[in-house]
T-cell receptor
């Protein structure tokens, strides 16, 4: 059974600071996604990571994937208030149609 | 370009009542799925379908039924609602290939009294 663990679950950070959210998973995977969710809203796709060593960047967010360590990171650079949201990673088991989500990291960026 | 459309957005039921959450997509996606989101639990897969006439169970299927008669529609049925089914429900779709991006609907907030 695929298990996905995100940490931290809650993160309060000051504007301008850097921080990293971690996503660990328990079994072989062939794809990993990062999503953003604003309160009361749907999920917005941020990144799709499909291979070991994949790195993708969009603005102040950068995601990477290490399949050997079964670890993905979402790095936030010089945080701004607009990044306040809940971030989810979702992992697809190799050969499986299903995606398993982490519990989410609620990020609050404080001025 | 509607994407994934869910109805209703809000619903209140009494224990034992039945209802159907509707999901429709206009992207010709083979894969469709239903998730529930509960505080502190992330999203959990209820049922999914890889094409018309094909459905399968996810992580938390009990108490829910689905069918897939067309590519566009994937309704989720609660036959006898229970308070434990109070949740936010999301429908999502993608191309059949596993590496495709999953597109989510706006969600349906269900309260069972």
């Amino acid at each position: 059974e695929l298990k996905v663990e995100q940490n931290p679950l809650f993160l309060s950070m000051q504007e301008g600071k850097n921080y990293t959210i971690y996503c660990n998973y328990s079994t072989t995977s062939d794809r990993l996604y990062w999503y953003r969710q604003d309160p009361g809203k749907s999920l917005e796709s941020l990144f799709v990571l499909l291979s070991n060593g994949a790195v993708k960047q969009e603005g102040r967010l950068m995601a990477s994937l290490d399949t050997k360590a079964r670890l993905s990171t979402l790095h936030i650079t010089a945080a701004v208030h607009d990044l306040s949201a809940t971030y989810f990673c979702a992992v697809g088991g190799a050969g499986s149609y299903q995606l398993t989500f982490g519990k989410g990291t609620k990020l609050s960026v404080i001025p | 370009n509607a994407g994934v459309t869910q109805t209703p957005k809000f619903q209140v039921l009494k224990t034992g009542q039945s209802m159907t959450l509707q999901c429709a997509q206009d992207m010709n996606h083979e894969y469709m799925s239903w998730y529930r989101q509960d505080p502190g639990m992330g999203l959990r897969l209820i049922h999914y379908s890889v094409g018309a006439g094909i459905t399968d169970q996810g992580e938390v299927p009990n108490g829910y039924n689905v069918s897939r008669s067309t590519t566009e529609d994937f309704p989720l049925r609660l036959l006898s609602a229970a308070p434990s089914q109070t949740s936010v429900y999301f429908c999502a779709s993608r191309i059949k290939m596993n590496t495709g991006e999953l597109f989510f609907g706006e969600g349906s907030r269900l309260t069972v009294l």
